[in-house]
């Protein structure tokens, strides 16, 4: 009789040269640039609630991010009985991301806390917010944003209180129920796009002072969950700007249709949509006809907060390149010991301190803008050019950084196939690149005080680098002549971009000043990343990029 024998247990191979989890981090502490730059541009006095901020942005808004990201929302149109509802439900995460978000100020802090450096200490709140979770960043942005407009309208004043509060409720009730709210946008239309103007939603005035009935379709309804919704529409005398509530001040349902919500390429955890107004109830903004120019401080916000969303971005798939580069071996060595694989680090640190300096020095002029004209013409322009620029950089950037890990930067367990599919999205929303350029000329064509503020702050930097220089007298002479037509504004804006970057790291004597200023202006740098010169500091770089 044959004796049985039990299988013996066995192990295939030894898992070694895997780098340990990214996280938890501090995504303050570890981002010396940052620090750096919210110091320097007024936001110091809030670098306890930064720091604290960052911490748990690196751990559990961080953990949060895979979940809400892996249930997309759904849209619920009817509830059981057949009842009209226009409900979206999502993953638990994004709720607790959003009541992180809101109670930590990335939406309001700049408005309940009204002090010097507010705009900038919320902008570094947003910043690393975004890293950890990019889709809430859509619904913290518009509400922060629409905050200044609803001040307009003393009868949107608790609105307006309410979107800047730190406090979070998802619940569908009236606001008068509520201690904080959401706010969404619907802009664009199917025959317009871009050119708002062309909008069909008509507005009809209805007895009550300001209130209208609004009729038609936006095309993208950006997060259809909110309490309320900024909108363009058609009044008697022309394009208007109109707070639409969900829920009337009775509980009442508005009178609106979600139709149905966008497939995106990125974005999951958010929800963008197609909506109809069947007689929907809505509160004029601003007078008839202004709609355009009532929304212009809302859209400078929100195009500022489409470059730290960049950079944002950039800064995650940096830090998680460096990470597996440090701990992952090839050949005997680190792969970040490799000299090629050093130049690339490099130069991805480059690129992000560069578009951070950038970002923090616009959300200074912000800052600033109420009380200095000079940094409130600055502010309209830079915010059009930073947004073309850094985000269209993005997208490539998070690619790169994939490629530092090979194969596991392609694999959803990771973060990087996330952080690429949102990398476009910055550069599309608030207009895309031609818009913002388009913009930039007729800044620079029609308000003579933005040019001056331009040339200013480029100015402050002249005499401490001899490529920037020579760079600048290009450009000086350029806005001097006025020698601007659209087909050339792309180049234009990509050389007032650079100018910027490399005017705000002079000013400040970072390390990374020189090797920027070389490679970015005076042509030491190829079209790819890792094409720095071979004597550049390449650890005196990727040491600025993480700890």
């Known amino acids: 009789?044959?004796?049985?024998?039990?299988?013996?247990?066995?192990?295939?191979?030894?898992?070694?040269?895997?780098?340990?989890?990214?996280?938890?981090?501090?995504?303050?502490?570890?981002?010396?640039?940052?620090?750096?730059?919210?110091?320097?541009?007024?936001?110091?006095?809030?670098?306890?609630?930064?720091?604290?901020?960052?911490?748990?942005?690196?751990?559990?808004?961080?953990?949060?991010?895979?979940?809400?990201?892996?249930?997309?929302?759904?849209?619920?149109?009817?509830?059981?009985?057949?009842?009209?509802?226009?409900?979206?439900?999502?993953?638990?995460?994004?709720?607790?991301?959003?009541?992180?978000?809101?109670?930590?100020?990335?939406?309001?802090?700049?408005?309940?806390?009204?002090?010097?450096?507010?705009?900038?200490?919320?902008?570094?709140?947003?910043?690393?917010?975004?890293?950890?979770?990019?889709?809430?960043?859509?619904?913290?942005?518009?509400?922060?944003?629409?905050?200044?407009?609803?001040r307009r309208e003393p009868a949107l004043r608790e609105w307006a209180d309410k979107a800047a509060a730190p406090h979070y409720d998802p619940r569908d009730v009236p606001i008068a129920d509520k201690t904080g709210i959401t706010l969404g946008m619907g802009m664009t239309e199917k025959q317009g796009g871009s050119d708002v103007r062309s909008n069909a939603t008509r507005a009809t005035p209805l007895a009550g002072e300001g209130e209208y009935a609004l009729v038609g379709h936006k095309w993208f309804f950006s997060a259809p969950m909110s309490d309320g919704w900024l909108v363009l529409a058609q009044?008697?005398?022309?394009?208007?700007?109109?707070?639409?509530?969900?829920?009337?001040?009775?509980?009442?349902?508005?009178?609106?249709?979600?139709?149905?919500?966008?497939?995106?390429?990125?974005d999951w955890a958010n929800a963008s949509s197609e909506v109809e107004f069947t007689g929907a109830w809505a509160r004029r903004i601003g007078e008839e006809?202004?709609?355009?120019?009532?929304?212009?401080?809302?859209?400078?916000?929100?195009?500022?907060?489409?470059?730290?969303?960049?950079?944002?971005?950039?800064?995650?798939?940096?830090?998680?390149?460096?990470?597996?580069?440090?701990?992952?071996?090839?050949?005997?060595?680190?792969?970040?010991?490799?000299?090629?694989?050093?130049?690339?680090?490099a130069d991805l640190t480059l690129e992000w301190e560069a578009a951070l300096a950038l970002a923090l020095r616009v959300a200074g002029a912000v800052d600033r803008a109420a009380h200095d004209p000079h940094e409130a013409a600055l502010a309209r322009v830079t915010t059009a050019i930073g947004k073309y620029w850094l985000c269209r950089r993005a997208p490539a950037f998070v690619n790169e950084a994939q490629e530092c890990l090979g194969g596991a930067g392609y694999v959803e367990e990771s973060i990087l196939p996330r952080l690429f599919r949102q990398s476009p999205l910055n550069g599309i929303w608030e207009g895309s690149g031609n818009i913002q350029c388009l913009d930039v000329l007729r800044a620079l064509g029609r308000e003579p005080d933005c040019v001056q503020a331009l040339l200013d702050e480029l100015n402050a930097a002249r005499g401490r680098d001899h490529d920037y220089d020579r760079q600048l007298d290009l450009v000086a002479a350029q806005l001097a002549g006025r020698a601007m037509v659209e087909s050339d504004a792309r180049l234009l804006v990509e050389r007032l971009a650079l100018l910027l970057q490399a005017g705000a790291l002079l000013r400040t004597g970072s390390p990374v000043a020189e090797p920027f200023c070389r490679s970015r202006l005076g042509g030491a740098h190829g079209l790819a990343m890792g094409t720095l010169p071979a004597e550049t500091d390449f650890a005196l770089l990727i040491a600025r990029a993480l700890p």
């Open 289 to 345: 006809g202004r709609g355009v120019a009532t929304i212009l401080q809302m859209v400078m916000l929100t195009r500022l907060d489409c470059m730290l969303g960049a950079t944002a971005e950039m800064r995650m798939a940096l830090a998680q390149a460096v990470h597996h580069a440090r701990h992952r071996a090839s050949f005997g060595q680190p792969l970040a010991a490799h000299a090629l694989m050093r130049n690339v680090l």
């Open 1 to 150: 009789m044959m004796e049985h024998r039990a299988t013996p247990a066995f192990e295939t191979h030894t898992v070694d040269n895997q780098p340990p989890e990214f996280a938890p981090r501090d995504l303050w502490t570890d981002d010396v640039v940052l620090r750096e730059g919210c110091m320097r541009e007024g936001g110091g006095e809030f670098a306890a609630a930064l720091q604290a901020y960052g911490a748990q942005a690196g751990s559990e808004l961080y953990a949060l991010g895979f979940d809400a990201n892996r249930d997309k929302p759904r849209l619920k149109t009817h509830d059981r009985f057949g009842q009209r509802i226009d409900l979206v439900e999502f993953h638990p995460a994004y709720h607790q991301l959003l009541h992180a978000a809101k109670a930590g100020g990335v939406a309001g802090l700049s408005w309940h806390t009204p002090r010097p450096g507010a705009h900038v200490a919320r902008a570094a709140l947003s910043y690393l917010h975004h890293q950890a979770e990019a889709g809430t960043s859509c619904p913290l942005t518009m509400t922060h944003a629409a905050v200044p407009v609803l």
């Open 235 to 266: 009044a008697p005398c022309g394009l208007s700007c109109f707070l639409m509530p969900r829920r009337l001040p009775d509980g009442q349902k508005n009178a609106f249709r979600l139709m149905r919500l966008k497939d995106k390429l990125g």
